[in-house]
């Protein structure tokens, strides 16, 4: 006789094939110990920043049993975002860029693969819960618990032949499945592109991201972007993934392409960003995390984007950075006048300091 659980798994693994889901594993939904200990450690460290996510509370966010009474097991589906060939970039005032993992709503598409696995796990008796980059579970480590990849030295889970960009989720549930017993082996080897390219030096130990330098921390963080790391963020508006795209894995063509860009975009106007009113702005970006969902802090990344990527010769930019500095907000105003000095517009740097 077929044990339950083996049907559990076919009948998983054929609802993950059929939702676009690239690679899923099964772990136990035991507490992940050695990861709360390193939540605490970096935490203590200031390493986390002023993060919340899984350091808000490292007890719940390694302990499924928190979210799921009776957790059993997790079941783990990796939706990979990779494509071959970005949009074609439009020219203008500036372009500024978005990281790959947004370009199209790959945790809502991952959802709809997790949520029929939960679903069917529910017909089948049991109780299931579905958590994707939720602040109760770290996926990573879910991820490598299953075996679905190794840890590379830029923190993320790499999985063989498809790399690492991809996004993660859970079905966390009450069905005990056969689940992985031997984490994958490490296979960076002595390789360390991905810290060598990262702009700001954020990898500051293998494994170990230090978010107080790391780019796709700071464009979500409030406040002053910090002044050391503008230039460096260059025309990054979102995210950033030079760890990733230096890393070899990722730069083999694999069978986890989705081809083409066709309804995601991949990069933005700055002079149309910056010329959208509050709530056209989070209508159009709402589905990034935006620090309190204020359109300043679009603005401001926008702002230092325009400093490094704009051409002052265009009216345009000129235009925009002279508003700006006028801007009745106090951050934009400081950005503002940081991509005045930066674009040699020093008429208006000057204008504004007291005499
Ligand atoms: C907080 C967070 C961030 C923070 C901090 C990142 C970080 N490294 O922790 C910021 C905002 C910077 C960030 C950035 C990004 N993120 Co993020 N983020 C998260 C979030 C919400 C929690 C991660 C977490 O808990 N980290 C805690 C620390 C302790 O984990 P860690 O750094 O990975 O530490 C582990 C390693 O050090 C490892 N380890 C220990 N010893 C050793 C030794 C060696 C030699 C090695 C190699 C490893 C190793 O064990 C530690 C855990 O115990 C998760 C979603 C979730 N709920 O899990 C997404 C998540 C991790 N992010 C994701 C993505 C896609 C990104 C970006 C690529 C987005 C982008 N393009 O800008 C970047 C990548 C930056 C990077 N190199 O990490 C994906 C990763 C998928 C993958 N393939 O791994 C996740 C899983 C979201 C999802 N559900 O898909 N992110």
Same mark, same amino acid.
């Given at each position: 006789?077929?044990? &339950?659980?083996? $049907?559990?798994? *076919? @009948? !998983? #693994? ?5 939702? +676009? ?87 809502? &598409?991952?959802? $709809?693969?997790? *949520? @029929? !696995? #939960? ?5 089948? +008796? ?94 979500? @963080? ?103 500095? @006028? ?29």
């Amino acid at each position: 006789m077929v044990p &339950e659980s083996a $049907v559990l798994e *076919d @009948a !998983i #693994a054929s609802l993950a094939d059929g939702h +676009g889901i690239d690679k899923i594993g099964f772990c136990s939904a035991d507490t992940f110990e050695d990861v709360r200990a390193t939540l605490h450690e970096r935490k203590a460290a200031g390493l986390s920043a002023d993060m919340a996510f899984t350091y808000r509370n490292p007890d719940r966010a390694t302990d499924v049993s928190r979210s799921l009474d009776g957790a059993k097991s997790i079941v783990v589906g990796a939706r990979s975002y990779r494509r071959s060939t970005a949009q074609l970039d439009a020219s203008g005032a500036g372009i500024a860029n978005i990281a790959e993992y947004v370009w199209e709503p790959h945790y809502a &598409e991952l959802r $709809v693969g997790l *949520d @029929a !696995i #939960a679903e069917y796990l529910m017909a089948s +008796g049991w109780n299931a819960r579905v958590l994707i980059d939720d602040n109760a579970l770290v996926d990573r480590a879910a991820a490598y618990r299953a075996g679905i990849g190794w840890w590379g030295k830029n923190s993320n889970i790499l999985v063989p032949g498809i790399g690492s960009k991809f996004v993660l989720g859970s079905v966390v549930t009450d069905a005990e499945l056969s689940v992985n017993s031997e984490p994958l082996a490490d296979q960076c080897g002595p390789c360390r592109r991905c810290i060598d390219s990262c702009p700001t030096t954020a990898i500051v130990a293998d494994g170990v991201i230090d978010s107080n330098r790391c780019l796709a921390w700071l464009v979500q @963080a409030t406040g002053s972007f910090p002044i050391e790391h503008r230039k460096a963020l260059g025309g990054r508006i979102y995210g950033c993934d030079d760890c990733q795209t230096s890393c070899p894995p990722n730069v083999v063509a694999e069978r986890s392409d989705r081809g083409p860009l066709t309804t995601g975009v991949s990069s933005v106007e700055v002079a149309e960003l910056l010329t959208l009113d509050d709530e056209a702005l989070i209508e159009r970006f709402g589905a990034w995390y935006i620090p309190r969902r204020e359109a300043r802090y679009l603005r401001r990344n926008a702002l230092v984007v325009l400093g490094n990527v704009g051409d002052p010769q265009h009216i345009q930019v000129r235009e925009l950075v002279e508003q700006y500095v @006028a801007s009745a907000d106090d951050i934009e105003r400081e950005h503002a006048l940081w991509a005045a000095g930066e674009l040699g517009f020093t008429d208006l740097v000057d204008a504004a300091v007291p005499s």
